[in-house]
């Protein structure tokens, strides 16, 4: 008989295992700042009117259930790429953007990770922002990759290090992959302006670094779908081949459904299809193909003009919500210049510790909350909790 004897307990997950926690709280003011989800005013989970529509239209259309093709649903894919590059991007009206569904965002950036393993013709090393995701080191190691950082968060500021940043993209040696937050930092809701954006585009480009793009927040950051694909845009007018991974869970609270993107842009029609061949050879043995409600959903919204308004708008209303009402509340500067559904508080462990412990609030180790956690009636206990414990 095998024995699994010898196999160790693994670290719960940093981020779901707050949610585990969280559950078994009974007390009556516990607060889940954990993992960013849209939450009402009674904190339950909250789904968007136009998501609620397009999900009637799909019963009402009696769709069938058949295999999606192995890179998903076609609909889907084009209405992602046009959200991500924008009409008058010249790879996208060429037809030389290579696109495929996946599972959400991490599934994207797992589908580029094996892809680039296999394909990235240098050194197969993935350079991070400090700090990153808490799953994007586990997704490219699981791919095959060498880790390394670069600096990003500035402690003693509470913003961005630019110039530490632009000395590790100099110094990292040629043809480095550079994985980038478009929008919406995580966790520290720190992003480059726009002009600095520029110069991290020509730096990158002048390098001969390859540019992978996360974007798992577009619409979140400004409130402005456009706006938020700013870097990603640049860098493309500035004729840098990216590699993107997008998600819906957030920005179209979409979470379980798992419905998001990877896409690659290449120079020509015969080396974009032999990149589409390659990415269903990646993907037929991992999961075969991928599943349809999601992606049928976010095509509704996103190709249904009506559905496309109301989505925008109750997006900016959340947002408002969420983070406008809560800026008069909290006392430091850095928490409303941060933007996105995060906020790093610059907490320490300990204190962090003493907040779940003393006031039934969970959060990450790093002090990151989740700002869609928070409502109005319980900003104002979440405002003192911190208060007490950070005095
Ligand atoms: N990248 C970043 C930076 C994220 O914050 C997230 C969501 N927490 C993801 C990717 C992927 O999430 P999902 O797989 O749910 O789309």
């Excluded at 060429?94 to 959400?104: C, K």
């Amino acid at each position: 008989i095998t024995s699994w004897a010898h196999i160790p307990q693994g670290q719960p997950d940093a981020i779901l295992g707050i949610t585990d926690a969280y559950k078994k709280d009974t007390h009556p003011k516990k607060m889940n700042l954990g993992v960013g989800a849209y939450r009402d005013d009674n904190g339950k989970p909250y789904v968007l009117n136009a998501v609620r529509k397009a999900e009637q239209k799909i019963i009402q259309n009696k769709l069938d259930k058949e295999y999606l093709p192995i890179t998903g649903l076609p609909a889907f894919t084009q209405e992602a790429a046009l959200l991500a590059y924008g009409k008058d991007s010249e790879p996208l009206q060429e037809g030389l953007i290579a696109v495929t569904q996946s599972i959400s965002g991490t599934g994207a950036l797992r589908i580029g990770g094996v892809f680039l393993n296999r394909f990235y013709p240098y050194q197969k090393k993935i350079y991070f922002p400090t700090p990153t995701w808490g799953n994007h080191g586990a997704v490219f190691k699981d791919s095959g990759f060498e880790i390394a950082q670069y600096r990003y968060f500035d402690k003693t500021t509470n913003g961005l290090d630019f110039e530490g940043f632009m000395e590790d993209i100099r110094n990292a040696p040629k043809n480095s992959i550079f994985l980038l937050h478009a929008c919406a930092h995580n966790p520290t809701g720190v992003d480059p302006t726009s002009q600095q954006w520029d110069q991290i585009s020509k730096l990158i480009k002048e390098r001969g670094h390859f540019p992978f793009f996360d974007m798992a927040y577009q619409g979140f950051a400004s409130g402005d779908i456009d706006r938020d694909a700013y870097a990603v845009r640049k860098f493309v007018s500035d004729g840098h081949r990216i590699a993107l991974s997008q998600s819906f869970a957030k920005n179209m609270g979409l979470y379980g459904e798992r419905a998001g993107a990877f896409s690659l842009i290449t120079e020509n029609p015969k080396e974009k299809a032999a990149v589409d061949s390659q990415l269903r050879l990646v993907i037929r043995p991992m999961y075969s193909n991928p599943p349809v409600n999601g992606a049928r959903i976010a095509s509704y919204v996103l190709s249904d003009p009506e559905l496309y308004k109301e989505w925008q708008l109750m997006r900016k209303k959340l947002k408002h919500h969420l983070v406008e009402d809560f800026e008069s509340k909290l006392p430091w500067n850095h928490i409303t210049d941060q933007i996105g559904m995060f906020c790093y508080t610059g907490l320490k462990p300990e204190q962090v510790e003493r907040l779940t412990h003393d006031y039934h609030v969970y959060l990450t180790k790093d002090g990151r909350i989740s700002i869609a956690g928070i409502s109005s009636s319980n900003v104002k206990y979440l405002a003192e909790a911190i208060h007490e414990v950070s005095k």
